[in-house]
């Protein structure tokens, strides 16, 4: 006899499918409505003094006084940093938080929070949505995000939107690298280098979203 018990959900492979659609449906309608979203990524072990925050929190509040609307992984440090602009501009603040093991609480800048617990769902959310990914210095989560967003692009199973790095000092090792050995080694293309732009300022990234979808509008 079987000692798997019926209450387990998690052991439960078909049920779960269940979980994820619904996951999937309830992203799908929170999210149906808003319109020119950015999605701004950084590591949550950015501190308030860190001038990475305090950049953040300008690009959002500027991106926000121009018309879009700031979305982010609902957590602590870049993530603070955004919502926050985005409130104090007036404008809608979403937070997409992830239900894991280390508790991460959401920011008290989130205007709209939708929680998920599984992290490709989430995903889905993020590149469905956002009208250009904006990355600040971070860590895994901040370069999964990056590399998914490059390789979906690239492989065009997605149309291609705005990847912005910000602060070049902190991205420039790992270009340098896709150079030095993806390109020389023939694993990355001269042209994978122009999926993504560098800012320095919120006016850079307001420049290149403008100009990307400008050349796309043929105007």
């Known amino acids: 006899m079987s000692t798997?018990?019926?209450?387990?959900?998690?052991?439960?492979?078909?049920?779960?499918?269940?979980?994820?659609?619904?996951?999937?449906?309830?992203?799908?309608?929170?999210?149906?409505?808003?319109?020119?979203?950015?999605?701004?990524?950084?590591?949550?072990?950015?501190?308030?003094?860190?001038?990475?925050?305090?950049?953040?929190?300008?690009?959002?509040y500027y991106l926000s006084k121009k018309g879009f609307t700031i979305m982010t992984g609902a957590g602590p440090g870049?993530?603070?940093?955004?919502?926050?602009?985005?409130?104090?501009a007036g404008a809608e603040s979403i937070g997409l938080n992830i239900l894991i093991p280390e508790q991460q609480i959401p920011n008290p800048y989130i205007t709209r929070l939708i929680e998920f617990r599984y992290f490709f769902v989430r995903k889905v959310m993020f590149v469905k949505y956002s009208k250009a990914f904006?990355?600040?210095?971070?860590?895994?989560?901040?370069?999964?995000?990056?590399?998914?967003?490059?390789s979906l692009i690239q492989t065009q199973r997605i149309e291609?939107?705005?990847?912005?790095?910000?602060?070049?000092?902190?991205?420039k090792g790992l270009v340098n690298w896709f150079k030095d050995r993806g390109i020389k080694k023939?694993?990355?293309?001269?042209?994978?280098?122009t999926l993504f732009k560098f800012a320095s300022s919120?006016?850079?990234?307001?420049?290149?979203?403008?100009?990307?979808?400008k050349k796309k509008m043929g105007t």
């Open 160 to 171: 291609r939107f705005p990847i912005i790095l910000v602060d070049r000092d902190f991205w």
């Open 78 to 88: 870049v993530m603070e940093a955004a919502n926050k602009g985005a409130k104090d």
């Open 134 to 150: 904006v990355f600040f210095p971070g860590g895994y989560g901040t370069y999964d995000e990056l590399f998914e967003s490059l």
């Open 186 to 193: 023939g694993t990355l293309l001269k042209e994978d280098l």
């Open 4 to 60: 798997f018990k019926r209450s387990d959900f998690t052991h439960q492979d078909p049920w779960r499918v269940f979980r994820i659609m619904s996951e999937f449906v309830d992203g799908f309608e929170e999210l149906a409505g808003v319109k020119n979203v950015v999605s701004i990524f950084g590591s949550k072990r950015i501190l308030p003094q860190d001038k990475i925050y305090k950049l953040a929190y300008k690009t959002a």
């Open 202 to 213: 919120p006016e850079d990234v307001y420049r290149i979203i403008k100009n990307f979808y």
